[in-house]
């Protein structure tokens, strides 16, 4: 009963209102809030804080800037449509109109998704929901939702937890503002996916969106064998993300890294140890379990991290094949790259093949020793069974034949 008094109280205010208010005007902010505060309608959800708007980007704006379609409107006013933040900002509504966030979805964000709606921020700001500090949480609202994620096959389902833990969240977070939040990989309106030819992180292009802080590390990694290939458009070859993954980037030295020393050869050996990817490339195959078989394979399975792993030998970014002369394993470098752990380490300790598999091209003597070896291993099995067989059925002959007299 209450509100309904206040709700025609209001209606009156609001038509009073109007009526004193040149025509053309429309509406004044006073007249939407005579209904739109103090609880005047029942639904305490369409309350608006003029405080608030007038603590924004925003401030001094009038209620029908946003909401266009009820300036000039007869008030009470019938349904509304969508804020027109974009006839103000033009260039961003286009944009994201281009994007994969494609407004004809209702799953996609809209301007107030990103940037709050009475509240809007500049992008500046601290408390922005854009600021790089909070960005994770404002587009991992959708993306590490199950549901969401569902419906549209999204790709990227971590958690903002899990993206906190990342080595750039946690730059950002000790005050380097060099390190890059969701959109300097992504854009902030022309989010688009990684199938799109142009995107920072379609396949070609991971490298020197990344290369943009690191660059010299790109520019090695352009040179190797991997980068060279890549740029021919070589599906099967990794990219800055297949050795360091998308958004849980960690350094070297924390423990849960790919590249950490414990975990390098598992990290190669995903396509290293793979048969196919060896026949269709004519590349050495078998790389983690000569590895595993080796001194220092053995010694970094007891959890020794300062023997040799893949990359100690073959660089992690400038990797080449052996016939390379600039490669950190052509037979005229080893020396040198054995030489950083072994200083005392000649041409002569350098020149013993470091991945041994059992066959005659790698190591002809030691598959010789061995092949020798088995074959009198089973030579000798194979002697001691003839000789229980023979024996066995003697005695069987031997016992039928005196049945046979008795
Ligand atoms: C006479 C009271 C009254 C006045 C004046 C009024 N409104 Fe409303 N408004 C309402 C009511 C009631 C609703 C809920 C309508 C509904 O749910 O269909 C509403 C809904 C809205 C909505 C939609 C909210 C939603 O969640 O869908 C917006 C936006 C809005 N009003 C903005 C304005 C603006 C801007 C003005 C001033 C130009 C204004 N209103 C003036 C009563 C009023
Ligand atoms: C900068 C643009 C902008 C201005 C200015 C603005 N609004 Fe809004 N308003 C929005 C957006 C965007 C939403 C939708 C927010 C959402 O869905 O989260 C909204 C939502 C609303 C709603 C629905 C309830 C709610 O809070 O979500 C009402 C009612 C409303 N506005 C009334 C007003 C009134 C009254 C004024 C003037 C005092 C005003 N608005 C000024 C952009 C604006
Ligand atoms: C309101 C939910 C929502 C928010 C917030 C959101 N997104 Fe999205 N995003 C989506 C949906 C839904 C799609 C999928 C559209 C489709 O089906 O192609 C998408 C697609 C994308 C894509 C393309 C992926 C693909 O495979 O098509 C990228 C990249 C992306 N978003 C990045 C971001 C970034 C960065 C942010 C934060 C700045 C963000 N999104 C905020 C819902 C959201
Ligand atoms: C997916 C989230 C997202 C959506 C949707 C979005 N923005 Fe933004 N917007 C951002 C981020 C993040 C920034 C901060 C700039 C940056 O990080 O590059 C930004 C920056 C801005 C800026 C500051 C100028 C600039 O370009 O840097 C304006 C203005 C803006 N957005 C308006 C809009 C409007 C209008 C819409 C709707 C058409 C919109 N935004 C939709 C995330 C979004
Ligand atoms: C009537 C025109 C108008 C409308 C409508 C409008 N804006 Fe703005 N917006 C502005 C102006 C003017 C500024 C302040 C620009 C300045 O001072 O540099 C601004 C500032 C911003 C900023 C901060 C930009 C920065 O550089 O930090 C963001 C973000 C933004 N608007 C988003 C929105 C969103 C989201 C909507 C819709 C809910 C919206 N705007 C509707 C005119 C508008
Ligand atoms: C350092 C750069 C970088 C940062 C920071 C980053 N991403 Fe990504 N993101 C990538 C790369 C590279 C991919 C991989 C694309 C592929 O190969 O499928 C990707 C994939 C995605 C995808 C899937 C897109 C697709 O088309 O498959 C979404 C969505 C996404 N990221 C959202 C985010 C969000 C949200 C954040 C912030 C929490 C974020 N990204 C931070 C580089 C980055
Ligand atoms: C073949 C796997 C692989 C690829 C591809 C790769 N990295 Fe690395 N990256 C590594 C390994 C292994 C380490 C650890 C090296 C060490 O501990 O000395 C590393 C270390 C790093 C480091 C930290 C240490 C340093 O050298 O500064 C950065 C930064 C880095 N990589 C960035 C990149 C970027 C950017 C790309 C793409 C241009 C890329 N990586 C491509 C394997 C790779
Ligand atoms: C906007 C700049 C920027 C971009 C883009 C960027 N990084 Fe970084 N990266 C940094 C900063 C800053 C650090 C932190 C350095 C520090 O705190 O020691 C860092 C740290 C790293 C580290 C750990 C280095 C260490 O020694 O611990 C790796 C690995 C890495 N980035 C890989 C990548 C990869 C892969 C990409 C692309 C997917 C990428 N970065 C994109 C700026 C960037
Ligand atoms: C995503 C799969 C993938 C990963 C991960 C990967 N490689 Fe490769 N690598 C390849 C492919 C495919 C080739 C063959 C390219 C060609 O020659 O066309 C190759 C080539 C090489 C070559 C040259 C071989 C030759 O005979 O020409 C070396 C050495 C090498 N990789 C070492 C490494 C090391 C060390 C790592 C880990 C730090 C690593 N790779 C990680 C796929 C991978
Ligand atoms: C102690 C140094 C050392 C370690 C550790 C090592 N390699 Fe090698 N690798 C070599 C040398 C030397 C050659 C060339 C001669 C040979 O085949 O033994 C080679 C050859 C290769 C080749 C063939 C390249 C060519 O051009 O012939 C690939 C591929 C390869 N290694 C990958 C790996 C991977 C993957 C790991 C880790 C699981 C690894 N290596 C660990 C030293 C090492
Ligand atoms: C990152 C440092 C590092 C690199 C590079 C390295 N090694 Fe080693 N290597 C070690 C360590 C540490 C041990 C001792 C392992 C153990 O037994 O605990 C070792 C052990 C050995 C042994 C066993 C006998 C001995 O001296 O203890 C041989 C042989 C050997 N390495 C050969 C090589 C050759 C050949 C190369 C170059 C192709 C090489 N290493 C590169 C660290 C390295």
Known sequence: MRARRAWLA???????????????????DEDCLACHSGGALDDAKLDVDAKILGASAHAGMSCTDCHADLAGADLPHGTTGPAACGSCHEEEARAVERSAHRQDDPDSPRCWSCHGGHDVRRVSAEDSRTAPLLQDRTCLGC???????GRHALPVRESAEDFEQSVHYRALLGGNPAAP?????????????????????????????CGMCHAEIAQEFAESVHGKVLAEGNPDVPTCTGCHAEHAIRGPKDPRSPVHPSHIATTCSHCHENERLAREYGIASARLRTFVGSYHGAASRFGDSTVANCASCHGSHGIRPSSDPRSSIHPSNLARTCGTCHPQAGLNF????????????????????????VSLIWAVIGGFVALIAVDLWWRFRTRRSRRGEA
Do not use: M
């Open 10 to 28: 209001a209606i009156a205010a609001a038509a009073l209102a109007a009526w004193a208010a040149p025509a053309a005007a429309g509406p004044a």
């Open 350 to 373: 350098a020149t013993g093949k470091i991945h041994v598999r059992d066959l005659p091209e790698d190591n002809y003597w030691a598959w010789l020793v061995r092949r020798t070896y």
């Open 181 to 209: 939040s969701c959109t300097t990989c992504h854009g902030a309106h022309d989010n688009v996916s990684h199938k799109d030819p142009d995107s920072p992180i379609a396949r070609p292009n991971v490298a020197s969106t």
């Open 143 to 149: 993306h590490a939702n199950p549901e969401i994620a």
